[in-house]
Nanobody, 127 residues
Framework: QVQLVESGGGSVQAGGSLRLSCAIS????????MGWFRQAPGKEREGVAR?????????FYADSVKGRFTISHDNAKNTLYLQMDSLTPEDTAMYYC???????????????????WGQGTQVTVSS
């Protein structure tokens, strides 16, 4: 059983920054692959960034956020972060964290569909 709780969302002007946090609790062996997704009204859910932990870290980003967003994980706190810089109105969405025990190959694939999700945190970027 894994629980995920997001925080850190809010409203910001274009060009600004936000840092999202996701506190992860439960079975650590079920959370090698962690990631952030987002969904805007009327749009499909989009994978934003993922991180795979197994001693070291591997990270993966959607093209739309590369160079602007940074995913990280504090292993001691078992907390996932998403640093979002140079935000644009197109980044406005509900952001969700997710995690499971997938290996590196599945974690990095477009078909990764984790079973454990947080409740989401809203990010609104105004122009």
């Amino acid at each position: 059983q894994v629980q995920l709780v997001e925080s850190g969302g809010g409203s910001v002007q274009a060009g600004g920054s936000l840092r999202l946090s996701c506190a992860i609790s439960g079975d650590r062996y079920s959370t090698y692959c962690m990631g952030w997704f987002r969904q805007a009204p009327g749009k499909e859910r989009e994978g934003v960034a993922r991180i795979y932990y197994y001693g070291g870290y591997s990270t993966f980003y959607a093209d739309s956020v590369k160079g602007r967003f940074t995913i990280s994980h504090d292993n001691a706190k078992n907390t996932l972060y998403l640093q979002m810089d140079s935000l644009t109105p197109e980044d406005t969405a509900m952001y969700y964290c997710a995690a499971d025990s997938s290996g590196l190959r599945r974690c990095s694939s477009a078909s990764w569909s984790p079973p454990n999700w947080g409740q989401g945190t809203q990010v609104t970027v105004s122009s």
